[in-house]
């Protein structure tokens, strides 16, 4: 049975290495996403998630995806530009680091999680969930696409040491107030 839920600290390790195969994916395809000179997302990067209580995952028998979504408002999307944002409100939530091992890709747990974010942000009782994604995350982008997500510009992540600062930014409306 599919389990999605917080990590436990036992398990940032099996978190960390379904990051690890999406940064090899990200490798082989190419991109420069995760594939920055510090690492980034890299262990202390899941243990942080961790503690801020944001690091989710996927079960099924083994540890098969993971995500991290936060309440935390985040900086670089004060600077959106080529577009703006669907909601004014800094009543959101963000999408990060969300990962499925290579094996499991392309049979719905991209959708199941994405459902079940929706679901958190209401619980929350958030306004809408904000993500970004490089431009050449095709299979992100297509996820959230399907998922009624609205592309919105371009921001630029604010970390010194990214290869490649720029995002496509997307929002979701989730609250109609």
Not at 24 to 32: I, L, Q, W, Y
Not at 78 to 90: H, L, P, Y
Not at 102 to 126: C, H, P, Q, T, V
Not at 146 to 167: M, T
């Amino acid at each position: 049975m599919i389990e999605i839920r917080k990590a436990k600290e036992g398990e940032i390790l099996s978190c960390y290495k379904v990051i690890e195969d999406a940064k090899r994916v990200f490798k082989e395809n190419g991109s420069t996403q995760w594939q920055d000179k510090d690492g980034y997302p890299n262990l202390e990067t899941l243990r942080s998630d961790f503690n801020k209580d944001e690091l989710y995952l996927v079960k099924d028998k083994d540890i098969i995806g993971v995500f991290v979504f936060s309440k935390t408002l985040e900086k670089c999307y004060e600077n959106i530009v080529n577009g703006q944002w669907i909601t004014s409100s800094n009543n959101y939530g963000v999408l990060h680091r969300i990962a499925i091992l290579k094996k499991f890709r392309g049979k719905g747990y991209a959708k199941l999680i994405m459902d079940y974010i929706e679901k958190l942000a209401l619980s929350f009782n958030l306004d809408s969930i904000k993500v970004d994604t490089m431009e050449n995350n095709i299979e992100m982008r297509r996820t959230l696409i399907k998922s009624n997500y609205q592309e919105c510009g371009i921001i630029y992540l604010l970390r010194k040491d990214v290869l490649d600062p720029k995002r496509i930014a997307y929002e979701k409306v989730v609250r109609r107030k």
